[in-house]
């Protein structure tokens, strides 16, 4: 088997970047492709379109030495490769909460289409498990003269910490029908097997649910911390403590167990949701998930609430401070970013809202409207009665608390990420809440 692979990536978001990127460094001659052309003129001139740590260089490093192109021609672009994997969008189809598969269709489609030889088509975007069937349905009837073998490939990296999850994955997930798509796809990973990296061969249908099983345990462990941290403040309990406590049980684990204002981003919504439908579809209800799905879309809104409580019960023509926009740190994506609903609870009470994130203020402008936007930390917070830390961004861990203290016009600080010890901000005389700590 070749070992230096032809690849084409057809969708070049947060997820066909990093993995193209990545895949060229591991030595395979990769095209991204996207159909967005100010994504692929950026590109091309150097520019990333997304915010991802180190990805930058990488990309820079892989196109210098020619192993990494950018195309909005997908007929060009698939001439000839070995493998195409799909890393487009599958966002909540609008009214009903199901994947929207439209996008995945279509590039399979258009690759059946373009196709000059022999080709391994893998699915990466988050699918729902029964996808890999209908591909390779839409595959065979464009194209019967062609072998064309379907697999899955879902990806579990994190933004934020994309390329090194790539590079170094607790698992890579392989989910195929045919010898051939196992041989290539090994092939494509040989790198990570040859460091020890386990590879799981599963069938294409269990690669399709075990990524839609991983999300959705991860959502409810997050819910799960989220009520404890209600419990906790009710009890005067300190769930830092309690998170510590259980985390340490190596049945449980201590990751994922950060109280926050709920869980948002680009995937756990959509995904639980997904995951759910398919449940209904299948006659198999999942009623764990959809009880952490409802606690979650609860929980933004009453963090809204929980300023405005910190706040003595009003808002109204009050200056609410936000800091960190994005869904977390270390990336630009505002998709279903609980500061979005945590703005919108304020406003709704009444409040002016002010927000300053590092990397997102782009994004945050288009999903935000009615929130005034700051240029930094302390431009944000000053006059404002009240701030809240929403994204635990560094830039936030090292606020220097006295000159926020003097900058504001009352001293309310809610931290919703648990930033700093109880006593460091009650010591400058804020009224500091957290998250299911006692506040003193
Ligand atoms: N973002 C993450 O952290 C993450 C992690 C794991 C899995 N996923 C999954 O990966 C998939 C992609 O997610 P993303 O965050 O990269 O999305 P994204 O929106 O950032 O990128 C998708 C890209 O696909 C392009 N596209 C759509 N149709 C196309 C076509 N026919 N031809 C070429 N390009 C096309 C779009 O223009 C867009 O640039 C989703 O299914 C998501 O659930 C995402």
Redo the contacts with the bound molecule.
């Keep these: 088997m070749e070992i230096h692979l032809r690849i084409a990536m057809?969708?070049?978001?947060?997820?066909?970047?990093v993995s193209g990127a990545c895949f060229s460094d591991f030595g395979h001659s990769v095209v991204c492709?996207?159909?967005?052309e100010s994504?692929i003129k950026a590109l091309e001139a150097g520019v990333l379109?997304?915010y991802e740590p180190g990805l930058g260089e990488l990309v820079e490093r892989n196109v210098r030495d020619g192993r990494l192109r950018f195309s909005t021609n997908?007929s060009e672009s698939i001439a000839g490769v070995d493998i195409v994997f799909i890393?487009?969008?599958?966002?909540s189809r609008r009214g009903d909460g199901h994947?929207d598969l439209s996008?995945?269709y279509?590039?399979a489609k258009?690759v059946a289409r373009f196709a000059t030889g022999p080709l391994v088509v893998v699915t990466?975007?988050?699918?729902p498990v029964g996808t890999g069937d209908e591909v390779e349905r839409i595959v065979r009837d464009v194209r019967a003269d062609l072998q064309i073998d379907v697999a899955s490939n879902?990806?579990?990296?994190?933004?934020g910490a994309?390329i090194d999850d790539f590079k170094r994955p607790d698992r890579v997930v392989i989910g195929a029908e045919s010898e051939r798509a196992r041989e290539i796809l090994s092939a494509v990973y040989r790198p990570l097997a040859l460091n020890g990296l386990p590879l799981v061969f599963v069938g294409r249908r269990t690669a399709e649910l075990i990524?839609y099983a991983a999300n959705a345990f991860l959502a409810v462990k997050i819910t799960f911390i989220n009520e404890i941290a209600d419990l906790c403040e009710a009890t005067g309990a300190d769930v830092q403590d309690v998170a510590r406590g259980i985390g340490l049980d190596k049945r449980i684990g201590s990751k994922f167990l950060h109280p926050g204002p709920g869980y948002g981003?680009?995937?756990f919504p959509?995904?639980t949701l997904a995951l759910l439908k398919t449940g209904q579809d299948f006659g198999a209800p999942l009623r764990i998930i959809e009880t952490a799905v409802s606690v979650n879309d609860q929980r933004k809104r009453a963090m809204g609430r929980k300023i405005i409580a910190a706040c003595g019960g009003s808002v109204r023509g009050k200056t609410i401070a936000l800091l960190g926009l994005t869904f977390k740190p270390n990336t630009d994506?505002m998709r279903e970013a609980p500061s979005i609903a945590i703005a919108q609870a304020l406003r709704d009470a009444g409040a002016i809202v002010r927000g300053y994130d590092p990397e997102g203020m782009e994004q945050a402008k288009a999903m935000m409207p009615g929130v005034e936007f700051s240029a930094g930390a302390y431009e944000c917070v000053a006059g404002a009665h009240a701030v809240a830390l929403v994204t635990e961004w560094d830039a936030f861990r090292a606020l220097d608390l006295g000159r926020v203290r003097e900058l504001m016009a009352e001293p309310v600080f809610v931290d919703l990420r648990n930033v700093y010890p109880v006593g460091d901000a009650a010591a400058l005389g804020f009224c500091y809440v957290s998250i299911g700590r006692p506040n003193n």
């Design positions: 057809i969708g070049s978001g947060y997820v066909g970047l492709v996207d159909l967005d994504k379109p997304i997908l890393a487009v969008g599958t966002p994947a996008y995945v279509a590039a258009e990466k975007s988050t699918v879902p990806e579990f990296l994190r933004q994309a990524k981003g680009s995937c959509k995904d994506d």
